[in-house]
């Protein structure tokens, strides 16, 4: 069960998990869609309806997918889901996932914490009653941790301090409304581990680029969105499309943060390793980092391990080599789609107010 | 401002600020006395209303302290009480602050973590917007760091890890949707410290026990309520309620736990002692441990530091000299009140289900 499955990992991941013979369900109500309404943005590439792209993927491959549309806030409606489609794996991608779009104003920010918190919180308690042995990945962030000044370990970090030691969950400093609902989202996971014996892999990802995937390039309309704009254009996506129409590079501030990036490609094969290794009941959250690769930087220090994954099996697609076979072909491709309006960032963190805001963009 | 003025720690701040000479406002919706009514359960003491209690205490002392009832989850109405009381302390006691409740069933335990984290953050939007000088005093609960095998530090904890070192939050270990609310609370209250530059404690109380106050013993209309039933009692009251009635101690399994108890003479004096030396702004949030006494147990390691309040001045009731004045005798004194059907603990953190129980107390 791919919940988010028509948002930019959800469907990449939906049909890899299909064509790799999965039978698979999209989780959605396509909030994703609105957000691009009301703030006047688009994807860079023109994207086909759900229902089409789900009928396409049946008349290209003969695989179907189930369709369930819906919030997952409405727990009347996910229960449907759970005991229509019983899944042993649910992939929860299903949360408003922007942190420029959580800073925008109060209610947008009162918008993130419950729609993803009470969402997950749905989630477990769905697992709980309908399907115990149901595996859960959870999408996490890198931003949950912050840039600390020591490595940043796997979800946990064992601790000596007084002559005692324990290993604790690793600390946590997000910095948006949005990147604290990961927050809150991993912490309650990690309790329904502790108390039901729920099994849950939380996927602490870095920040995806790319669009293309095997799958989405075998027909036109099973592409996949390509965010570009200043609320939910993710940066190496943004600078591809900003050098590609002779815009300036819109780096933040001095430009001297670090981060973990990896390509969608590898957000697919992660996901499918995940699923392929659930996690044991009881033992507390697995929790697995997704940076890729990692770089020094004379800003902040930024060590983040990423070892679980490539020991699962992991062949990461590195930077250089699919950079310019997948993003700037395609943001060359669509140019004339470019709307030079939606690239400057129009999000600040401090003036945000508790008047609702129509953002111009 | 006192934000759940009305509740049990809320009503004897509230009554000793306002002796203290401080122009106090009460905020509440009184939805604690709804859940009474809900679960069928009842303070010890009789308790007058909140209009009657107001009242009572201008006629004995001739202070007045201004009524705001509404919801905090209503911005439109916490607004009102900011823009109209401009304070310059807001004390955050307004939240649903007990783990049965909030383990009961799907729907109180979303009730829960909704009420308490869109809560706060209504009151982080509301002294951004009107009141950026006012310092936020929030109850926390030791609760959020668990039972570590090393020592608890008040907020953060200076790690060395791989050769390099940083003071990184102290890791939050909570054991149920009610303290995991509170987890989050501390975390979005962080995050506007440093982004906002908002001056917030974060008061991580311990148990609170006692009934009598200086100020709610002047007139029995002022009494404040008391709490023994197996869903909103707090150990110690529950114990001494059950010692009177010759029921047998309600013990939760091999009965090793360890926790910090405070008496709620304590608590107000710690809210006045948090006003009177505000945070300062932008320095991320200072948080205090409040728990009182340290006692070492067997089942598990407790020792958790709580200096930064005694270095301000605290003069703690230990626990034997309040207990019998303040607990026993109330306990006798209401005796015939007792409902022993309200005792025992009717709520498994294992068995909460998704469909809204009534509680057979
Ligand atoms: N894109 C990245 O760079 C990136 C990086 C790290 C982590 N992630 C995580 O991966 C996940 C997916 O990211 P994405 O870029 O595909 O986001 P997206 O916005 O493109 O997709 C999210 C999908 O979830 C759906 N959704 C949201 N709330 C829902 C609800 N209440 N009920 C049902 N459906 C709901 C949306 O309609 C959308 O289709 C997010 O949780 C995000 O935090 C993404
Ligand atoms: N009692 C303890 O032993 C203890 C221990 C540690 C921490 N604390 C903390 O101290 C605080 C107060 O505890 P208490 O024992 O007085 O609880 P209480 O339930 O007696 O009082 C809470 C008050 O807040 C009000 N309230 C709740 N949600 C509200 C909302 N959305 N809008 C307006 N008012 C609202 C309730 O009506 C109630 O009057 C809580 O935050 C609790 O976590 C209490």
Redesign the interface.
């Known amino acids: 069960m791919i919940i988010g499955g028509d948002g930019y990992c959800g469907w990449a991941t939906a049909l890899h998990l299909s064509n790799k013979g999965y039978e698979v369900a999209i989780v959605d109500n396509l909030v994703r869609r609105l957000f691009d309404h009301q703030l006047g943005i688009d994807s860079l590439t023109p994207i086909s309806s759900i229902q089409n792209r789900v009928r396409r993927w049946k008349s290209v491959t003969g695989k179907s997918i189930q369709l369930f549309i819906g919030d997952i806030c409405d ?1 009347e409606f996910l ?1 449907e889901a759970f005991k229509s489609f019983e899944p042993d794996s649910a992939v929860h991608f299903g949360e408003q996932r922007s942190a420029p779009y959580s800073m925008i104003d ?1 209610s947008r ?2 918008y993130t ?2 729609n993803n ?2 969402g997950t ?2 989630v477990l ?2 697992i ?2 309908f399907s115990q042995e149901c595996h859960l990945v959870k999408l996490g962030t890198m931003g949950e941790y912050g840039t ?4 940043i ?1 796997e979800g946990y ?1 064992t ?4 002559g ?3 290993t ?10 949005y990147h ?1 609902s990961k ?2 989202d991993s ?2 996971i ?2 329904t581990c ?3 014996g729920i099994r849950a892999t939380d996927l602490n990802q870095g920040v995806v680029y790319g669009v293309r995937t095997d799958e989405t390039d075998m027909h036109e309309e099973l592409c996949n969105r390509f965010d570009y704009d200043g609320v939910f254009g993710t940066a190496l996506n943004r600078f591809c499309v900003q050098a590609v129409v002779g815009h300036p590079l819109t780096v933040y501030g001095k430009g001297g943060q670090t981060r973990g990036y990896l390509d969608i490609r590898d957000t697919v094969q992660c996901v499918e390793l995940a699923i392929a290794n659930p996690a044991k009941p009881g033992l507390g959250v697995q929790t697995i980092s997704v940076p890729n690769p990692r770089v020094e930087a004379e800003e902040h ?1 930024y060590n983040a391990k990423h070892t679980k994954l490539v020991e699962l099996g992991l062949r990461p697609h590195l930077l250089s080599e699919s950079l310019l076979d997948s993003l700037l072909n395609f943001a060359i491709k669509f140019k004339d789609r470019v709307d030079t309006a939606q690239i400057m960032p129009t999000v600040s ?2 003036k ?3 008047k609702t805001r129509t953002v111009s963009v």
Chains 1, 2 share one sequence.
């Open positions: 727990f229960s109060r920010a009162v914490q419950h918190v009470i919180l749905n308690f769905a709980k009653e600390p000044n020591i490595d370990e970090i601790i000596t301090h007084n005692r030691t324990d604790l969950p690793y600390p946590k400093q997000a910095s948006s409304f604290l927050v809150h912490h309650n990690a309790f502790k108390a039901w220090y963190w401090k945000i107010g508790v």
